[in-house]
């Protein structure tokens, strides 16, 4: 069976540091990889899409970065931490084979508080 | 216009009651329907998708889609104080996921 992994699980880092969060997936091959954040009371945004090694798309401009450097891992950095930075962040994969109903997995988060 | 609209919530019901939970959406090219549930500092982990209008059910979950409309619900029956979470509507097109913003539920033992 498939599983998620993110680390770390809570992190508090000061303005302007930089950040680094990674995303592995165990137990399948070529998945499509996702970076979502989620403000308090708010719903998800995506953020970054990978369908392949090196391959990543942006979807909103900031000052975050995505890598996948390898075929299951995806990281999530960033140069220099804003308190806007602050949220939950959420990996997900999903299996790419259908492109109208593939469905996406969520691991357990990484909590980012920036102070 | 947000592409996904969700019922605002809060939702607080007494143990036993039926849970309804709604979105709308706006572009009519999204194919498929989902609800994924989340507890709180957890991941959403998937409760149901559906492709095609009607009704699906899974115990005692309903999830239902109304294409024409562009609307779809999930409702819960007999609810459980264990399914106080959070519920986000999600809907796909072209690998990527649009979600509602979550509808907190609350069930009073």
């Known amino acids: 069976s498939q599983t998620i992994h993110q680390w770390p699980a809570t992190l508090v880092q000061p303005v302007g540091s930089p950040l680094s969060l990674e995303c592995t997936v165990e137990g399948t091959s070529n998945p499509n990889l996702y970076w979502y954040r989620q403000a308090a009371g708010r719903g998800l945004q995506l953020l970054f899409y990978?369908?392949?090694?090196?391959?990543i798309s942006s979807e909103v401009p900031q000052n975050l970065s995505a890598s996948r450097p390898q075929d299951r891992q995806f990281i999530l950095s960033s140069k220099k931490l804003l308190l806007s930075d602050s949220g939950f962040y959420l990996c997900?994969?999903?299996?790419?084979?259908?492109?109208?109903?593939?469905?996406?997995?969520f691991g357990p988060g990484t909590r980012l508080t920036v102070l | 216009q947000k592409e996904v609209e969700q019922d605002p919530g809060p939702l607080s019901v007494p143990e036993g009651a039926i849970v309804s939970l709604n979105c709308t959406y706006s572009?009519?090219?999204?194919?498929?329907f989902m609800w994924y549930r989340q507890y709180s500092r957890k991941g959403p982990e998937l409760l149901m998708y559906t492709y095609s209008s009607g009704n699906k059910e899974d115990g005692r979950f309903t999830a239902q889609v109304d294409k024409s409309s562009k609307y779809i619900s999930l409702f819960i029956r007999d609810s459980q104080p264990s399914d106080s979470a959070t519920y986000l509507c999600a809907m796909t097109l072209n690998y990527k996921l649009s979600f509602g913003a979550g509808t907190t539920v609350t069930v009073r033992a």
């Open positions: 990978s369908v392949g090694i090196g391959q």
């Open positions: 997900a994969w999903a299996s790419g084979t259908n492109v109208d109903t593939d469905t996406q997995y």
């Open positions: 572009n009519s090219a999204f194919q498929y």
